[in-house]
């Protein structure tokens, strides 16, 4: 509909030759091959596509009113944690995010205190969390455990528990917090979102 024009080979996803919406487009046939010939005017460039062989053409009218939705990511959720701590749990105050440890691969995703002084180690995953996952919370809190004498609590805050990571975490005596990542994406639209009544 728009003149945008996007040549795909057999595999793979990114075009290997596209012309912009408004490019100007005309089919002819040129010793026995059909022709298709693409303008872009500014600036002027032709894209020239031959055919010796069509085994299908079709001309839809395609309609798209569909609504389209990105989540948050792993990063906006945390963002969203720091932004409303709460969604952990009441009284919980984040310290540090993305926190590197020596001799342990990976970042800390949120470091924290709870109501009573006790650290927090967050791990944040967008999906189900898997076994993986707290095996990696359990490098983290040996970590900081190893240089510091405070009590430590772990927390996973995922949309939901894999089944073996459930059993793993009641061996560990790790709490997992319910956060999904639409909800994350509604509180930080909100906050960016204010209306004259927030600032009275």
């Known amino acids: 509909k728009d003149g945008a024009v996007l040549i795909h080979r057999a595999a793979g996803y990114e075009p290997i030759n596209w012309m912009p919406p408004g490019s100007i487009i005309s089919v002819d046939t040129s010793n026995g091959k059909l022709r298709l010939r693409v303008v ?4 002027y460039e032709v894209l020239t596509v031959f055919f010796t062989m069509v085994d299908m053409a079709a001309a839809l009218n395609i ?57 927090v180690v967050v791990e ?38 894999a089944r073996e990571a459930q059993q793993l975490m009641e ?11 639409k909800t994350c994406a509604e509180l930080l639209r909100r906050r960016k979102v204010k209306g004259i009544y927030d600032y009275v």
């Open 40 to 43: 872009k005017r500014k600036p």
């Open 124 to 161: 944040v995953k967008k999906d189900a969390a898997s076994k993986e996952a707290v095996l990696q919370l359990k490098r983290y809190i040996e970590a900081i455990k190893a240089r510091s004498n405070r009590k430590v609590r772990g927390i996973i805050a995922a949309p939901r528990l």
């Open 63 to 119: 309609v798209d009113k569909a609504e389209f939705t990105l989540y948050a990511t792993e990063k906006d959720m945390k963002e969203a944690v720091l932004a409303y701590p709460d969604l952990i749990e009441e009284g919980f105050k984040p310290i540090l995010l993305e926190v590197p440890l020596d001799k342990v691969q990976g970042f800390v995703d949120v470091v924290g205190e709870d109501a009573q002084g006790n650290l």
């Open 171 to 181: 061996v560990l005596g790790y709490e997992f917090k319910g956060l999904k990542p």
